[in-house]
């Protein structure tokens, strides 16, 4: 009985998810419940991707935030110095 239950539920909450983007996006985004099990199952699949390349990745990117950071706040810098010495001239 549980197991019913349960295939009932999701079954379920697929078809409201299905008809939710069907609904929302005029028809553009949505997708066949029935065609679904295939796509879970590649889902599940080790990513090809190692976590020391995304770790990598993840230090490049927030090192490249710094240097974007730290050039902002020059420029901002820059702009004051140059319209605090226009005043004066």
């Known amino acids: ?16 998810v299905q008809d939710f983007w069907t609904n929302v996006s005029f028809g553009m985004l949505g997708y066949d419940m029935s065609r679904t099990h295939s796509i879970m199952r590649i ?4 990513s090809p991707v190692s976590g020391a390349e995304v770790r990598h990745r993840a230090i490049e990117l927030a090192r490249l935030r710094q240097v974007q950071h730290a050039r902002d706040v020059l420029l901002r810098w820059r702009d004051r110095h140059r319209k605090k010495n226009e005043g004066v001239e």
């Open 43 to 46: 889902a599940t699949t080790a």
């Open 1 to 16: 009985q549980r197991c019913v239950a349960f295939m009932v539920l999701f079954h379920q909450m697929g078809k409201n």
